[in-house]
């Protein structure tokens, strides 16, 4: 279950027994209202009901223990309350209308508590990304050196993924935002489809087009998967930020308050815990997934195998993801950057870095591709395995010297070559954001 460490109140309240009761017996008073409007039960019944439904969760959970039945429980409570209209009281509904309609409710309002997270980090990563758009720092394949970038370009990246996590969830957060008061198996036998159309309006919802007995768990599924693709991108950005600060790179870190310590043992540590918990949160998240698929396999028109599930499902991974989303925005409006520790690295390996500006240039001078590729490969990996500058290289191999000047050479060496695009890739992710 969610834990206080990895909750925000807020999000944790949205599961809490108060307010799913308080849904419970919202639903039912709307319900009643529904009905006296359309003259199903007496007027007199529904103005009861509104007015004196209420319950007690420790008298529930008393009546529960003899009915075995939660939602009975919840009913008789407010029987009890309501006095001789409870009669009226669940008139025609079944239990699954109530539940499901609330749930849907509960998701719907987990997924605004997202999106404003969501928000956050975005604004977040786009003030940062603009930060060091022109900052240069290497660009990685492999774990491997390829060429130069700059960290707002890295930055600008993974801000368009949140961009389109944020319209992934938009659309999920719609197709969740479906209730049904639709009666045993679905058929509105006992229940006026005027009713449902009342309620489901006053709550803010559109009614599921066929509700079977349940709301098919297929929206429910393509919600939570959506939820695991958002935790992956936290922890590709999370794994971004753990490599980044290894000591060997040291390029950024996490910001270390005043206080704080890294190890019991070593008084030298700052260590990227915040990144390193996102990934653990992140598989955590991910893993209600595969819950959530296997929820949409029910027998006929409903069982509860899936209630057990989203008891624990729908708090825990909507809770985590919401907290999740508001460390990593932390995280990234504190993190350190180095931009000297950056550049430094770029040149660590030699140079080598700017090997495909020279294949390129004699190729263009008219030597042959794959010879000008063995060439340069042979150069650069005695840069790899003996530590030598790769432009000095260049510059006493009389097969390139024939082809390209020392002015020619050094030309090709320039970091800035490389971010003559940065200004066009800037305008475009970000236009997105301008046009939203």
């Known amino acids: 279950m969610a834990i206080d460490r990895y909750s925000r109140a807020e999000t944790a309240k949205i599961w809490s027994d108060e307010n799913r009761l308080d849904l419970w017996k919202k639903i039912e008073c709307l319900v009643a209202k529904a009905q006296a409007k359309f003259s199903i039960i007496p007027m007199k019944a529904a ?13 529930i959970k008393e009546i529960e223990l003899i009915t075995q039945h939660e939602f009975n429980a919840f009913l008789k409570n407010l029987s009890e309350n309501i006095g001789p209209s409870a009669a009226y009281l669940h008139h025609g509904m079944t239990s699954s209308d109530v539940l499901d309609t609330t749930l849907s409710i509960q998701l719907t309002q987990a997924a605004d508590a997202i999106l404003i997270q969501l928000e956050k980090l975005l604004a977040v990563l786009k003030r940062r990304a603009i930060e060091f758009k022109d900052t240069v720092c290497s660009g990685r394949t492999h774990g491997i050196h390829a060429e130069p970038m700059t960290f707002g370009l890295k930055l600008a990246s993974h801000w368009a993924a949140f961009y389109r996590n944020r319209q992934r969830l938009i659309h999920a957060r719609k197709e969740i935002a479906v209730g049904a008061i639709s009666g045993t198996v679905g058929t509105y036998a006992t229940i006026d489809p005027r009713v449902e159309n009342y309620v489901i309006k006053e709550l803010g919802l559109s009614s599921e087009t066929i509700s079977t007995q349940i709301i098919p ?46 190890s019991s043992a070593m008084p030298h540590k700052r260590n990227p815990i915040k990144c390193e918990n996102l990934t653990g949160l992140s598989r955590l998240i991910r893993s209600g997934c595969i819950a959530a ?10 069982d509860i195998s899936h209630s057990s599930v989203e008891r624990v499902l729908c708090p825990d991974v909507t809770i985590t993801l919401d907290f999740a989303l508001s460390r990593l925005a932390e995280v990234m409006d504190g993190l350190v950057v180095y931009p000297d520790k950056m550049l430094k690295n770029i040149y660590n390996s030699g140079g080598i870095i700017f090997s495909q500006r020279i294949l390129l240039k004699l190729t263009e001078k008219g030597l042959d591709r794959q010879k000008s590729y063995h060439l340069i490969q042979q150069l650069s990996h005695a840069c790899w395995q003996e530590g030598q500058n790769f432009l000095h290289l260049c510059q006493q191999n009389p097969e390139i010297r024939e082809i390209l000047s020392l002015e020619e050479l050094e030309n090709l060496f320039d970091v800035d070559f490389y971010l003559k695009q940065i200004p066009f890739i800037f305008q475009r992710v970000f236009e997105a954001d301008i046009n939203s």
């Open 47 to 59: 103005q009861d009901i509104c007015r004196l439904a209420d319950y007690q969760i420790s008298r």
């Open 217 to 262: 768990r297929d929206r429910h599924a393509i919600f939570f998967c959506t939820l695991a693709v958002i935790a992956s991108s936290i922890e590709n950005l999370a794994t971004e930020i753990r490599h980044l600060q290894r000591s060997e790179v040291r390029e950024v870190e996490e910001r270390f308050d005043k206080g704080q310590t890294g």
């Open 293 to 302: 698929l296997e929820n949409v396999t029910l027998w006929h028109e409903r």
